[in-house]
Structure formats: C-alpha cells, structure tokens
C-alpha cells in the first residue's frame, strides 16, 4: 500500500499538517490542498488513490468539491473520506449520492484517520 497517494483537504492548516505526517511516516504519498478549489486542481492533475476532505470549507465545500470530482472523467470511484464537525453531519442519502466511504467527526486522532485510510484502500481491494 505504500505507492497509494492521498489527497488531503482542509481550510485548517494544522489538520492537513498532522494528517499528512501520519500517512507520509506510514508510507503514503500525500497531496494537500487548503479549499476545495485547490483540491479539484491537484485531483484532476494526480489522480489519488483516495481523497480525505473536510465538509466545511471557504471557496468550495467538502460536498461542492465531491460533487465536481465525481464529474471528472476516470474520478467517479476514488474513495473518499470527509471530516465532519459536530453538528455537521452528512445525511446518508448524500452520503451515497456522493459516494462518500466513510465520515469522521473531529476531533479525531492522526491514528485514527490512518485506520479509516487502510481500511477504505482494502475494502476497495477486495471489492
């Protein structure tokens, strides 16, 4: 799994810097973006293997982003993990509209995201 490249996406610089840490130390290659603007651009550019992006965003939210990357031509199944804050909850019909694999509430541990990263890369492994 260490050739996998994950695109990480948050307005908040030190998310993106710790997430980014823990999947570099474990063999990840990692892409980061700061608003879903940026994050479309190095999609389209990189083609990750999976996308971890944050709901709330300036510019372009999580789900605008998703919804524009499942528009792009070979994008429509990269997984995609989105953070959440309290509150902000991502329905399920959404959810499976966006092809969402999984949410995870901040806060949220640096060991925990890269669990959620594994497991969503196998699950598509064995799919």
Do not use: W
Request: with cysteine.
């Amino acid at each position: 799994m260490g050739d996998k490249k994950v695109l990480v996406v948050d307005d908040e610089i030190h998310i993106v810097q710790v997430v980014a840490i823990k999947l570099r130390n474990n063999g990840f290659e990692v892409l980061t973006a700061e608003n879903g603007a940026q994050a479309l651009e190095l999609a389209c550019e990189h083609s990750p293997d999976l996308v971890i992006t944050d709901y709330q965003m300036p510019l372009m939210t999580g789900v605008e982003f998703i919804e524009n990357l499942r528009r792009q031509p070979g994008a429509s199944d990269i997984p995609v993990i989105m953070l959440t804050a309290r509150g902000f909850a991502i329905d399920d019909q959404k959810k499976d509209d966006l092809n969402v694999s999984m949410c995870l509430s901040k806060p949220f541990s640096p060991r925990e995201v890269l669990e959620s990263v594994r497991e969503v890369l196998n699950m598509q492994v064995s799919a």
